[in-house]
């Protein structure tokens, strides 16, 4: 499974992640950690989801040691690139592939719950708090996702993550 360990991270990014919660703390945005690094394995069944038949995306997703996935969960792509910077031990015996250098979040809403909601703001500022989180990890050096774009310029945001320039 994928881990939400900051440990997995490059050293680089373990501090700035670091920084990124103290930064998200004083300005009460609660947000956990969804994802660090993950293997090619697992890479591989993601980028299959919503692009193969559930069949085929369960058995890659069976091979990478995660649950199954229903018809419904299989009609949206969850990730838009197999060169994630998500992705360790390549088996390539280069050690600076074994630490992952992005990070993603999941902002919590007034329950508790995890929430995408690109309009919420919890903490009532009027800002919303997927935003807000980008532009502190922008503050911090980090290339926020909420600006990513397709390969013409037309905006594909992917508002919870957060990478190494």
């Not at 998500?86 to 074994?98: C, Q, S, T």
């Amino acid at each position: 499974m994928a881990s939400r360990r900051i440990d997995d991270l490059v050293p680089e990014l373990q501090i700035l992640a670091n920084k990124f919660l103290e930064e998200c703390k004083k300005v009460e945005l609660p947000f956990f950690i969804t994802c660090t690094a993950r293997s090619i394995q697992e890479q591989t069944a993601l980028y299959a989801q919503g692009r193969q038949s559930l069949d085929e995306v369960n058995r890659l997703r069976k091979a990478a040691n995660m649950p199954d996935i229903t018809e419904k969960e299989n009609k949206k792509p969850v990730t838009w690139t197999m060169a994630s910077k998500h992705i360790v031990n390549l088996y390539d015996n280069n050690p600076n592939n074994d630490k992952a250098r992005a990070f993603d979040i999941a902002l919590l809403d007034k329950n508790g719950k995890a929430t995408w909601d690109v309009k919420i703001s919890v903490n009532k500022n009027k800002i919303p708090d997927y935003e807000e989180a980008g532009a502190i990890g922008e503050k911090l050096g980090l290339k926020w996702g909420g600006r990513f774009k397709d390969k013409n310029g037309k905006p594909k945001p992917d508002y919870s993550h957060f990478e190494l320039e």
